[in-house]
């Protein structure tokens, strides 16, 4: 399985399993981040989040219609067991080092 490492501000990096859309995931909680390859074959986060149960988050996910249309082809993913501070702790840092993701450009927001 692929990896990507995202950084957040604070330099901390994060080791995300690459996943292809729609995902099949096991009931466990972690951070997620819809994303794109761009025309540098890097990837491009379109939005970025966090869940109690990553195998219920993404068939009616409230952002679908805008990550949708914002070209999203997979989903990365990363097993975050240290409790919803921690998970949230974590997709604020990768929000903040990855503004393309909020709004207007991207789907968080």
């Not at 819809?34 to 074959?41: E, R």
Request: proline share 6%; aromatic share 10%; with cysteine.
């Amino acid at each position: 399985m692929s990896t990507c490492n995202w950084i957040g501000k604070s330099g901390n990096s994060y080791e995300y399993h690459i996943h292809n859309l729609p995902p099949n995931f096991k009931s466990l909680p972690g951070n997620y981040i819809f994303a794109k390859l761009n025309a540098n074959n890097k990837w491009v986060p379109v939005y970025i989040g966090e869940t109690e149960d990553l195998s219920e988050r993404f068939d009616d996910h409230h952002k679908m219609p805008c990550i949708k249309r914002k070209g999203a082809t997979h989903i990365h993913a990363h097993l975050n067991q240290g409790g919803e501070v921690a998970r949230r702790r974590e997709e604020s840092d990768l929000l903040d080092n990855y503004q393309n993701a909020k709004e207007p450009n991207g789907c968080n927001g």
